[in-house]
């Protein structure tokens, strides 16, 4: 076989050595483990960090020190004795073991001493020093232990402790009703004084009985439409006046204004003399009583019909019936008062009106009502001002849903709606006979099974789709027991003190009786003389 020429061999490969790969591979390895490691420092770092930074925050905030945290605190070991301490001496003392109660305080004095030495000279407590409070207060502690003030223990008795304040409570709760129910239907001595000495003088003075009688100008007034007519059924003589005298003072035309009270046999005359001697910037003012009202008898009024009977005589006079599961407000005479029911009457009061505006005696008028004549009611009867805007204020508030024929006949999210300011259109309740839609109503609650209190729910169900709401600034309520906003009290028309704390007694609410006080003529003698002021 012939060989390749020199110039055309292959070159020779030189072998690298196995030892040099060995190391390469190695510092490489080395290199990768140096860098895996560096990052982890340049990671750690920030999160150990922020870490220490959160626990000093926490340190700051709980003003608590190294030496507290150590697992050797003698600071914490105290600090913890005595909250438990504190705790001990409440439940002994709730369960009047009042001698243990001061052995516990006064070795938390003592413990809190030591602690309050340590912080004054800023160096921890020692063990020394320390062991005789530990020991001490950990004979005490074990102690309470031993009598049974444990958790589930005080438990049961914080339970019927809570239960025994609340039948207290409700006790308390149930004669501060009575008695505040007792004050609002009190009668001040100033004004059983003014009506005493009105009567006297109305039956002393005969030119006084002798100058109404020739007022024929008036009688004319009092059939007039194209005047101004309000009516209140009252026998506060105070009230009234003030009524009627706020409404003449923010009147634009006073001279149009007329007002038909109606009272009762005892007040009569001394209402009389009173709107007699008094003059209200030309208003004009008609006072009856209602036992002249010869249609007024138990055949055709349901509630003189249930007054004669002896169980609902019984449940409102005797207190005797229910065994007093009623509450006391429900159970007051004042709500079968014809005083109180004439509002289902007033076309009979007043034949020969069109229109009029009822107003209650508890209220006070400071704007011009002169509008309330020119508005539309659309048909309606009733003008009022709907109170739903709190939730509270709908018809299931007032009536008793469970009874079929209330279930049947009204919806119970039906927006209720304010006596105290009415408007009447007169025309259209003969038309729909109202009065006849009150008497059906009335005799079915013959058993107090559709409502219990008041006029109010019969109203409501009397004036069911025949109601157009006014604006809420007519008729501003809550005066005699709440808070009214501000600028509700600056906008209302009339001021209403529904509730128990009228104006004129002691229990009314002080910042709102200015309002009513700037009606009444307090330099008046016979005022100064039944010691009003």
Wanted: charged share 20%.
């Amino acid at each position: 076989m012939r060989r390749r020429g020199a110039d055309f061999r292959r070159p020779v490969r030189r072998r690298v050595p196995g030892v040099f790969w060995w190391a390469l591979c190695c510092a490489v390895v080395l290199l990768f483990l140096y860098i895996l490691t560096k990052g982890n420092q340049i990671v750690s770092r920030p999160f150990l960090s922020k870490r220490t930074y959160k626990n000093n925050r926490i340190m700051e905030g709980l003003n608590i020190t190294e030496e507290m945290l150590s697992p050797n605190s003698v600071t914490r070991q105290l600090n913890d004795q005595i909250s438990l301490a504190k705790a001990f001496v409440v439940i002994a003392k709730e369960s009047n073991n009042l001698q243990f109660a001061w052995e516990l305080s006064a070795q938390i004095h003592n413990s809190q001493i030591l602690l309050s030495n340590a912080a004054t000279r800023r160096a921890p407590l020692t063990t020394m020093e320390s062991d005789s409070a530990i020991h001490d207060m950990a004979l005490l502690l074990y102690q309470a232990q031993q009598l049974h003030y444990d958790s589930a223990t005080m438990i049961m008795r914080f339970k019927a402790k809570i239960q025994a304040l609340e039948e207290q409570m409700n006790s308390v709760s149930e004669k501060s009703s009575k008695y505040g129910q007792i004050a609002a239907e009190e009668v001040p001595k100033s004004l059983y004084c003014l009506g005493v000495r009105l009567t006297t003088e109305w039956f002393k003075n005969l030119n006084m009985q002798k100058k109404l009688k020739d007022r024929r100008q008036v009688e004319m007034k009092l059939k007039d439409t194209n005047l101004y007519h309000f009516c209140i059924f009252s026998d506060n003589i105070l009230a009234t006046s003030v009524v009627v005298n706020s409404t003449a003072i923010n009147s634009k035309n006073p001279d149009m204004i007329v007002f038909h009270l109606v009272t009762d046999e005892i007040n009569y005359a001394a209402m009389k003399a009173w709107f007699a001697i008094n003059d209200f910037r030309g208003v004009t003012v008609e006072v009856q009583k209602f036992e002249d009202f010869t249609w007024l008898n138990a055949s055709y009024v349901p509630v003189l019909k249930q007054l004669q009977d002896s169980e609902v005589q019984n449940y409102y006079f005797s207190g005797n019936s229910d065994d007093s599961r009623t509450p006391i407000k429900f159970r007051n005479p004042k709500y079968l008062s014809m005083l109180n029911h004439l509002r289902f009457y007033i076309p009979e009061v007043f034949p020969a009106l069109k229109k009029v505006v009822f107003l209650d005696d508890d209220v006070v008028v400071q704007k011009d009502l002169s509008d309330l004549f020119s508005i539309d009611l659309n048909g309606n009867v009733n003008g009022a001002v709907e109170t739903c805007m709190e939730t509270f204020h709908r018809y299931h508030k007032y009536l008793n849903y469970s009874h079929p024929l209330i279930r049947s006949h009204f919806d119970p999210d039906a927006c209720g709606w304010a006596f105290g300011m009415n408007v009447f259109d007169l025309v259209q309740w003969r038309k729909k006979n109202v009065t006849g839609i009150y008497h059906y109503w009335q005799e079915k609650n013959v058993d107090r099974t559709l409502w219990k209190l008041g006029t109010l729910p019969p109203g409501l169900l009397t004036f069911y789709g025949l109601t157009e709401p006014l604006d809420p600034s007519w008729h501003v309520l809550g005066f005699g027991y709440t808070n009214v906003d501000a600028q509700l009290v600056k906008r209302g028309a009339v001021l209403h003190f529904n509730g128990n704390s009228k104006p004129w007694l002691k229990i009314g609410i002080e910042k709102y009786k200015p309002l009513w006080e700037k009606y009444v003529e307090y330099s008046h003698p016979l005022l100064q003389h039944c010691n009003f002021h």
